[in-house]
T-cell receptor, first 112, second 114 residues
Framework: DVKVTQSSRYLVKRTGEKVFLECVQD?????MFWYRQDPGLGLRLIYF???????EKGDIPEGYSVSREKKERFSLILESASTNQTSMYLC???????????FGDGTRLSIL | AQSVTQLDSQVPVFEEAPVELRCNYS??????LFWYVQYPNQGLQLLLK??????LVKGINGFEAEFNKSQTSFHLRKPSVHISDTAEYFC????????????FGKGTKLTVNP
């Protein structure tokens, strides 16, 4: 079974801090994704990566950056956290577009 | 560009009743279709997928969905729901031959009451 592990389930940070969210998958998947989930808005894609060191912007990349130095690890970075980035963040991976994405359990991030 | 509309944001039903969660999509190309379920405080889990072939797709936990190309719909059904089916359900599409990106609907919160 594919396992996608997000480093924290809950995280509380302060405005202006640099925040790192980590995601690791164990199935050698090429593609990895970061989403944020807000009530009534569903899942919105922040960034995705289709290979090591490759990244593409999703629908809402502003205020975020990503890093993929190794195939199994995809990091989301909030350069200077703001209160409007309080949300649930979900990481996912897949091997091909016609195969399902596998999700981690999410990180609930609060910015105070 | 693709878009997905889940017509009901909330669906309350009684235990053992049938349920249908509606999903319509818009795309200029053929698509792959997925339904995911999210239980409280968890990530998304695949319920079922349509890639090609038979338009009636069976998934886990007794759910099934029917792909209707002419109506661009992919409605999810279960003939008899349980309390444990209470969760949020997401429909998603991915264009064939396109990027790996999924486009999600906004979700339908199913509440099963005793």
């Amino acid at each position: 079974d594919v396992k996608v592990t997000q480093s924290s389930r809950y995280l509380v940070k302060r405005t202006g801090e640099k925040v790192f969210l980590e995601c690791v998958q164990d199935m050698d998947h090429e593609n990895m994704f970061w989403y944020r989930q807000d009530p009534g808005l569903g899942l919105r894609l922040i960034y995705f990566s289709y290979d090591v060191k490759m990244k593409e912007k999703g629908d809402i990349p502003e205020g975020y950056s990503v890093s993929r130095e190794k195939k199994e690890r995809f990091s989301l970075i909030l350069e200077s956290a703001s209160t409007n980035q309080t949300s649930m963040y979900l990481c996912a991976s897949t091997i091909f577009s016609n195969q399902p994405q596998h999700f981690g359990d999410g990180t609930r991030l609060s910015i105070l | 560009a693709q878009s997905v509309t889940q017509l009901d944001s909330q669906v309350p039903v009684f235990e053992e009743a049938p349920v249908e969660l509606r999903c319509n999509y818009s795309s200029s190309v053929s698509v792959y279709l997925f339904w995911y379920v999210q239980y409280p405080n968890q990530g998304l889990q695949l319920l079922l997928k349509y890639l090609s072939g038979s338009t009636l797709v069976k998934g886990i936990n007794g759910f099934e969905a029917e792909f209707n190309k002419s109506q661009t719909s992919f409605h999810l059904r279960k003939p008899s729901v349980h309390i444990s089916d209470t969760a949020e359900y997401f429909c998603a599409v991915n264009p064939q031959g396109g990027s790996e990106k999924l486009v999600f609907g906004k979700g339908t919160k199913l509440t099963v009451n005793p």
